[in-house]
Each structure stands twice: as structure tokens, then as C-alpha cells.
């Protein structure tokens, strides 16, 4: 059995310029610290620009050891990314050896990842028809969910990691309810080989409302259960003095993972979203947080941080604060984790 730390997360617009300004270093070393206090072991990744994905990588994983406290020499983490078609945005999925699960190949040998472009549903039980994903204005064409299989070591189970970024407008319901019903969540055909799906977990930033729009989610929800009903994007203003709580940062729940397993429901709401603007500001007495982040947080430096003539103090002393280092800086999604054994 395999015991799995999921970890999601936009991370908004990351391209080679937002890695190589004043703030990228800090800006590794504040994901990385998130993936230690996940104890992720298997994370999605995405909006990183498809030119800049080797270059984050080559620097993302060295600091993740150095989070874990594991030396160079012994890295087991390994990466793999797919072009969401859309905006030049990958999809990154990484995850770490030695943990009972290993990616499939198509055949004993092989060195070609099952994997690939999504976009068909179950007819009769096996993988048939298309279904639609939108881009930004029309049905077709943008971006597309992509999936990921892996095999359990020793209990030789099958389970994909489903990756899926909607567009906002008319066609984002159409998407989310398509994603429900992926063969791919349950079956892969690769090369006339069908390969049925223990387990899945799609993950994405859906840009529909989980909790004011349920309807569009019920095909996964009839199959899978959700990691959270938080609310994990953040708002796009504030009051002048700001909130008197973290939570109020957030304005939608847009990111989600879902899990499906062919021997039944899984409990929902098992998962978690780190409280990154609680986590960023300081410990009482100066500040109001739990200073979990704030020695990452206090690495950033305002001359590069968008509206950064607003914040006060870095790292932050209050919520006001953290809110704009993490919105501007780092992502304007707060990561989801859940632990799965598979």
C-alpha cells in the first residue's frame, strides 16, 4: 500500500521572470518550505510557463531537500510536464522514489510514461466519445486536462493523477462536469492497451465556485469525494485596514482534488489548505500568526513586489501584509493537500 501526501497548487503566472527577479530565490525556498510542512511526497503543479518548467525544476528540487533536511546525493524526487495548450502554461507533476509507487510505462521496459491529453468519456464501460473543454471564449481548443499513471509497488494497484485548469466564461461548467467523466480517471488506452484505474485524483483550479455552484461538480462528486469546501483563491481587494482575520483573504473556492477508488467513495473533506497569510505573519508578540513561514516570508523584499509601497513591514506583523507578499508575490491560489493510501 502506497501512503500518499497529494499535494495542488496554482502557482500563478510562474515564468522565467518571476524565478530570475530579485525574489525567486526567496520565492523557491518559500515552495519548498510549503511542500515540507505538506510532508507532500506527489505534487501537482501548475500556470508555470512551459519554457521556464526546467529552470524552476533545477532549483525547486534541490531546495526541497534542503527543506527536508536530505542531502543532495540522496535526491529521490523526479518530474515530468505536460503543455496545457493555453497561455504557454504547463502542467508539473513531481513525485518522490521510494514511497511504494512508481510511474507505468506502456509495456515491461519501457521508458514512456503513460500518460497524455484527456478528453475522452466511458461508452459501455470502456474509454469512447469526446468530451468538450473550453479555452478562454469557445468550446473547443485551450487548455485541456492532462493525466499521469502510476503503479503501486507492492500491491500493483493503478492510480492517475488528473491535472485540469478551466478557463473562466460560459464553457468553465462544461469543463468541470466533462472532468467527471474522463475514461482516463478510470481507465488509460494507450497504444490499444486498456489499463483499468484503481484510483484516481484529479486535481485543478476550476474556476467555477465549489460551493455556490455544486451542481456543475456532481459528476465528480457522484464518483469521488472532495479534499475541501475552503475557499482557496484570494480576493482581489482589501478594506484599508484590512481584515481582522486570515480567513477573510479568500474570495472563491476555485482549487480542489478529487478522489475516486473503484472499491467505493471515499470519506469527503478529508483534505487541507494551508493558511498561507495566517502561516506568513509573525508569532505573537509582534505579530498576529503562527510565524510558520514568516522566516520565508521575511526573504522577500518589497522593491519587486507589486503595490509593495503598501506593506508595512516584511516579514509581516499583520494579515494586511502577508496577504500582499503572497497574492503578488508567490501565487494568488492557496495549495491543497490530502492524505490518500492507495
Known amino acids: 500500500m502506497a501512503a500518499i501526501t ?41 500556470e508555470l510557463k512551459n519554457n ?8 525547486l528540487i534541490p531546495a526541497i531537500n534542503v527543506a527536508n533536511g536530505v542531502p543532495a546525493a540522496a535526491n529521490q524526487w523526479q518530474w515530468i510536464w505536460m503543455n496545457s495548450t493555453k497561455n504557454n502554461e504547463a502542467y508539473v507533476v513531481l513525485w518522490e522514489a521510494g514511497n511504494n509507487f512508481v510511474y507505468r510505462t506502456p509495456a515491461a521496459g519501457g521508458i514512456i510514461p503513460i500518460m497524455g491529453l484527456s478528453n475522452q468519456t466511458l461508452v459501455g464501460g470502456v474509454p469512447g466519445g469526446v468530451l468538450r473543454f473550453n479555452s478562454g471564449l469557445t468550446q473547443n481548443g485551450g487548455r485541456r486536462p492532462y493525466y499521469l499513471s502510476f503503479r503501486t509497488t507492492d500491491t500493483n494497484l493503478n492510480f492517475t493523477i488528473v491535472s485540469y485548469h478551466t478557463m473562466f466564461g460560459f464553457w468553465s461548467p462544461v469543463g468541470v462536469r466533462s472532468i467527471g467523466r474522463l475514461a482516463q480517471s478510470r481507465a488509460i488506452s494507450d497504444a490499444g492497451a486498456t489499463i483499468n484505474m484503481d484510483a484516481s485524483l484529479t486535481c485543478g483550479d476550476f ?14 462528486t457522484n464518483i469521488s469525494s472532495a479534499a475541501t469546501n475552503q475557499r482557496t483563491s484570494l480576493v482581489v481587494n482589501t478594506p484599508p485596514a484590512g481584515f481582522p482575520t486570515s480567513p477573510q ?33 509573525t508569532a505573537p508578540p509582534a505579530g498576529v500568526g ?6 520565508e516570508a521575511g526573504n522577500f523584499v518589497v522593491g519587486p513586489i507589486p503595490f509593495g ?8 506583523n499583520d494579515f494586511e501584509d502577508s496577504w500582499h507578499i ?7 491560489h492557496l495549495p491543497v493537500f490530502v492524505n490518500v493510501n492507495i
Open 6 to 46: 497529494f499535494l495542488h497548487w496554482n502557482i500563478q503566472t510562474f515564468s522565467n521572470n518571476k524565478l530570475n527577479n530579485a525574489n525567486g530565490a526567496a520565492l523557491i525556498n518559500y515552495i519548498a518550505r510549503v511542500v515540507h510542512m505538506t510532508g507532500a511526497n506527489l505534487i501537482s503543479l501548475l
Open 309 to 316: 509601497h503598501l506593506i508595512q513591514n516584511i516579514p509581516p
Open 249 to 281: 483573504y479568500r474570495a472563491n473556492a476555485y482549487d480542489n482534488i478529487f478522489h475516486y477508488d473503484v472499491n467505493g467513495l471515499p470519506p469527503a473533506l478529508g483534505g487541507f489548505v494551508p493558511d498561507l497569510i495566517l502561516a506568513s505573519t
Open 52 to 59: 521556464a518548467v526546467a529552470n524552476i525544476l533545477a532549483q
Open 207 to 220: 474556476n467555477v465556485d465549489f460551493n455556490n455552484f455544486p451542481l456543475d461538480y456532481q459528476n465528480l
Open 290 to 295: 503562527t510565524g510558520v513561514l514568516s522566516n
Open 326 to 332: 503572497v497574492k503578488h508575490v508567490v501565487s494568488d
